[in-house]
């Protein structure tokens, strides 16, 4: 490439627009000057040395992807590992249909939030959107729903194939990533809609089991939940949610460690449950692998 800059032919094509060689070359690279230069071939500049600058660049391209492909053949087996070891690949998975990167199963599986209840007829939000190029008025008038409710969501992590997914790390490793998404499942909440409605609300309970079979407690709210005598659906839906658990962990005999917090202070914790004052407290029950 150092011999392209060099050639008095190649500045004269690039002096009429008024750049400079050098730092055009610095911010774009010598990929972008080829280009450069065919595209002043295009237009009808007729040098004769303008061949011998373009034959220049076609070697000086082809010798990089030379180089590019060599080092990619001397590492491919590291270059694959490290692009299937982030840790959001990792949790969500991969598919893939080049050489280069391989399909990976992910090792979290996050299902629906569903509400425990029936949810009661829509609210009505009239909004409105200016137009501020035109007079003053409304340029567009219209409405959504919006309803509210408890919510019941559920989510999957498989260790063994987040450690396998991590490139063989260690279960310390695993679990505590496994601690950020409880973190993360407790107190994250869709981001859409949120400027209109601010529905910034942190779980009420959080139950965690170390288990060989995955269970979730959807079927704790196959009936809708009915409202409290003195209203509210929270409170029952927590209930319900415990003798359930209940119900499942002694009838299929669950060889399992569970561990839950909630803000509730009068809710009853099933036996063979462990119960943790804080959320940090569930997380470092996580980390310490629920023992």
């Not at 800059?5 to 050098?22: A, C, H, M, Q």
């Not at 609210?123 to 137009?131: E, H, K, Q």
């Not at 569970?258 to 470092?284: H, R, V, W, Y």
Request: charged fraction near 20%; glycine fraction near 8%.
């Amino acid at each position: 490439m150092d011999d392209l800059l060099n050639l008095p032919d190649f500045y004269r094509l690039v002096e009429p627009f008024g750049w400079k060689t050098n730092t055009y070359y610095e911010k774009l690279g010598w990929q972008r000057l080829v280009f450069l230069v065919n595209y002043i071939a295009d237009k009808g500049e007729n040098a004769p040395s303008l061949g011998k600058a373009l034959a220049l660049g076609g070697v000086n391209e082809k010798r990089l992807f030379q180089v590019v492909k060599k080092a990619v053949e001397a590492n491919i087996e590291a270059l694959t590992k490290a692009c299937g070891q982030t840790t959001d690949i990792a949790l969500s998975g991969r598919m893939a249909t080049s050489g280069l990167m391989t399909t990976i199963e992910g090792a979290l599986a996050v299902a629906h939030a569903i509400t425990t209840h029936e949810v009661s007829d829509s609210d009505i939000d009239w909004f409105t959107a200016v137009d501020d190029l035109q007079e003053q008025g409304s340029g567009h008038l219209d409405t959504q729903e919006f309803s509210s409710g408890v919510f019941y969501r559920y989510a999957s992590l498989n260790i063994e194939q987040l450690q396998k997914n991590m490139g063989g790390a260690s279960r310390e490793q695993a679990l505590e990533v496994a601690a950020h998404v409880l973190y993360m499942l407790a107190t994250v909440v869709p981001s859409a809609k949120q400027q209109p409605f601010a529905a910034f609300n942190l779980a009420d309970l959080a139950l965690v089991s170390f288990s060989d079979l995955p269970v979730s407690l959807a079927n704790a709210f196959e009936n809708p939940v009915k409202q409290a005598k003195g209203g509210g659906y929270l409170k029952p839906s927590l209930e319900n949610l415990n003798v359930y658990w209940s119900k499942i962990h002694k009838g299929y005999s669950l060889n399992e460690r569970c561990a839950e917090f909630t803000l509730a202070d009068d809710l009853a914790i099933p036996a063979g449950m462990s119960k943790q004052d804080s959320l940090d407290a569930l997380k470092n029950w996580v980390r310490q692998n629920g023992e």
